[in-house]
């Protein structure tokens, strides 16, 4: 049984600051490419991050130079520091596992979420 477990998610101000990590179980992070996405209400998933197993990373164009994913292959962990939080920020953040090679939907792994709210 795979699962990946976010945490980190909470309420914060705008210009605030929060870490999410994701730590796998029954997979293998370092042979996968790790992502965050996000879904607000009314708007569909999106990629907010990703980075592959050789660490090059991928940004959404509205947190580049904000937010930061990181991977950890020995702790089985990846991370996604966000800072200077904004109102526009606030979603659900979900942690997602897929191969670089042979990609189904059998081995696209997610996570349940932890819930980002930003306001004042």
């Known amino acids: 049984q795979v699962q990946l477990l976010e945490s980190g998610g909470g309420l914060v101000q705008p210009g605030g600051s929060l870490r999410l990590s994701c730590v796998g179980a029954g997979i293998f992070f370092g042979l996968k490419i790790m992502g965050w996405y996000r879904q607000a209400p009314g708007k569909e998933r999106e990629l907010v991050a990703s980075?592959?197993?050789?660490?090059?990373?991928n940004y959404a164009d509205s947190v580049k130079g904000r937010f930061t994913i990181s991977r950890d292959n020995a702790k089985n962990t990846v991370f996604l520091q966000m800072n200077n939080l904004q109102p526009e920020d606030t979603a659900i953040y979900y942690c997602n596992a897929r191969p670089l090679v042979g990609y189904s939907v059998r081995n696209d792994y997610w996570g349940q979420g932890t819930q980002v709210t930003v306001s004042s």
């Open positions: 980075v592959t197993p050789g660490g090059g990373t």
